[in-house]
């Protein structure tokens, strides 16, 4: 059987930037909609106008049985939740994960905000505290990317970050992956450590990492519409993803319009634009 390697070439790699910058550019529509009285499906709406506007379409209609555009996950819910008519409120903690497809080729990103407004001071404290955390590990396990050898030293960096940030919940049953063609393709990309070394890291491997974290246990269920991923607990949940391409050269974050620079700075790396 014909198995697509998990390694694309140069200009595979070039082919992945416009759909990555399309997927960020749902994001940054959707920022400043993140307010209270807002509809998550308002957010939808304007990713979905977004993308389309681009000459891309959304990459999570291709998935079987999803009709929208993003995930919205608010407070307990930390991945998958479905647009609706659910009224955002000041203090929510509210992530967003989006993707486009364009001319074949996929981004994944994914953004939590604190929704602005009037609320108890110490909850929004402890949710921006939880997604600078959570964002945080992003950025660690994307540096990892430099210097590792395999891919399951990212997670092993994603959870150290953490660890050493507090007690917080990894969700274990969720992982990055790899992208490219599709959205989900091999390898997975474990969010802690894992006794398997995974793939080799070196060009050509583009990987969506996106760490869920929660603010107490990991244990977490699917609700009764069959997609909303919950804390059992009911902690708040927070979801940071993007996409980054390897190459001869360092990495790229195929989602951040700066390519990762502002993010990577803390950890003393600089991207190097694709050729
Ligand atoms: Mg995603
Ligand atoms: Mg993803």
Redo the contacts with the bound molecule.
Sequence with gaps: MFRRSIYKTPAQLRSMIEPGLITAAALDAVAPLVLPGTTTLELDAIAEQTILACGAESNFQLVRGYRHTVCVSVNEQVVHGIPGSRVLEAGDIVSV???AQFEGWNG???RTFIVPGEADAALIARRQELSRVTEGSMWAGIAAMVSASHVGDIGAAIEDYIEAQGEYGILREYVGHGIGRKMHEAPSVFNYRTPDPGAEIKPGLVL?I?PMVTAGGDETFVEDDDWTVSTVDGSDGSHW?HSVAVHADGIWVLTAADGGAAGLAAFGVTPTPLA
């Design positions: 994960d989006c993707g994944d990103s994914a969506a996106e993803e």
